[in-house]
Nanobody
């Protein structure tokens, strides 16, 4: 099993930056694909970014490409999402997920953290 805990959310002005962390339990984190997703009130959970188990492959949603960077440090069992040039439209609860498949579909992920709130004001 994989236990995930997100942190690093908060409130920032438009144009600001935040770095989210996803801490995984145990020594199994490197076996899983890690994805970041977000969910705004009244909307479905949507894909943000994904990174392979060895960190060699990444893929981003068009809405965040060029602004967000996904990374992982398997020695620390931790994933990251660096968010720059934040916009009010980025406001949502951000979740990290882990799974065995390379996919952007939230329903295919096996494990989830509790989420961390990101609020961007104009």
């Amino acid at each position: 099993q994989v236990q995930l805990v997100e942190s690093g959310g908060g409130s920032v002005q438009a144009g600001g930056s935040l770095r989210l962390s996803c801490a995984a339990s145990g020594r199994t984190f490197s076996r899983y694909v890690m994805g970041w997703f977000r969910q705004a009130p009244g909307k479905e959970r949507e894909f943000v970014a994904i990174i392979g188990g060895n960190g060699g492959g990444t893929y981003y949603a068009d809405s965040v490409k060029g602004r967000f960077t996904i990374a992982r440090d398997n020695a620390k069992n931790t994933g990251y999402l660096q968010m720059n040039t934040l916009e009010p439209e980025d406001t949502a609860i951000y979740y990290c997920g882990a799974g065995l498949l390379w996919t952007v579909a939230p329903s295919e992920y096996d494990y989830w953290g509790q989420g961390t709130q990101v609020t961007v004001s104009s």
